[in-house]
């Protein structure tokens, strides 16, 4: 199984764009990486997942290096209610076994 | 919008005493998931299931056990609870189409047993 490193941390102005970083150098050809996040006292929410090109949707971005080495989560405009653990995570194999590291607490402040 | 609810937010047992945490998906969902959070440890996937009456053992299986009788619900029990199985208890729930395993979570049930 592929893991990934993140910072423990990070903070971010509200407005301002939130990039998340993720390192996970023993991916392989066909695992995709997901981001995944949870709001405090409150269940684990799906953002956005890839294989090798860039994805976008009303929630974030996700930028993946050409290597798949790295990848980015971009939220755009980040507010306060995206104050969360962001979890970055390779997809093993079985069944859709996610492994949840331990994430990166991203604070929004005004 | 895909919804997961779980019976309980907040649950407190006695040590001994047999324990049901229910799960049940509204959006017909082939898989469904079993983990605990702790803090430290992260989210660890105790059993998972890919279709009624199917179970896979997780990450940590012991002292649980599972039945999915019917698609919709999935249900953790234990046994005989324990002092080390007070947790945060997530459940969630994927479609299986090509590679798309988003999985939805619900809001948790924390369990403290006494």
């Known amino acids: 199984d592929a893991k990934t490193t993140q910072p423990p941390s990070m903070d971010c102005a509200e407005g301002r764009a939130a990039n998340l970083p993720c390192n996970h150098s023993t991916i392989s050809g066909n695992e995709y990486v997901y981001w995944y996040r949870q709001i405090h006292s409150q269940g684990p929410q799906y953002i956005i997942h890839?294989?090798?090109n860039n994805e976008t949707n009303e929630m974030a971005s996700l930028i993946i290096t050409e290597d798949r080495k790295s990848s980015t989560l971009i939220l755009p405009h980040a507010t306060l209610r995206d104050t969360a653990v962001y979890y970055c995570i390779v997809l093993s194999g079985g069944y859709n076994k996610l492994i949840f590291g331990a994430g990166t607490r991203l604070a929004v402040h005004p | 919008d895909v919804k997961v609810t779980q019976s309980s937010r907040y649950l407190v047992k006695r040590t001994g005493e047999k324990v049901f945490l229910e799960c049940v998906q509204d959006?017909?969902?082939?898989?469904m998931f079993w983990y605990r959070q702790d803090p430290g440890l992260g989210l660890r996937l105790i059993y998972f299931?890919?279709?009624?009456?199917?179970?896979e053992k997780g990450d940590i299986p012991e002292g649980y056990s599972v039945s999915r009788e019917k698609k919709e619900r999935f249900s953790l029990i234990l046994e005989s609870a324990s002092t080390n199985q007070t947790s945060m208890y997530l459940c969630?729930?994927?479609?299986?189409?090509?590679?798309?395993?988003?999985?939805?979570f619900g809001p948790g049930t924390r369990l403290t047993v006494t």
């Open positions: 299931s890919y279709d009624v009456k199917m179970k």
């Open positions: 890839g294989l090798k």
């Open positions: 969630a729930s994927s479609i299986t189409s090509g590679r798309r395993d988003e999985q939805y």
């Open positions: 959006m017909d969902h082939e898989n």
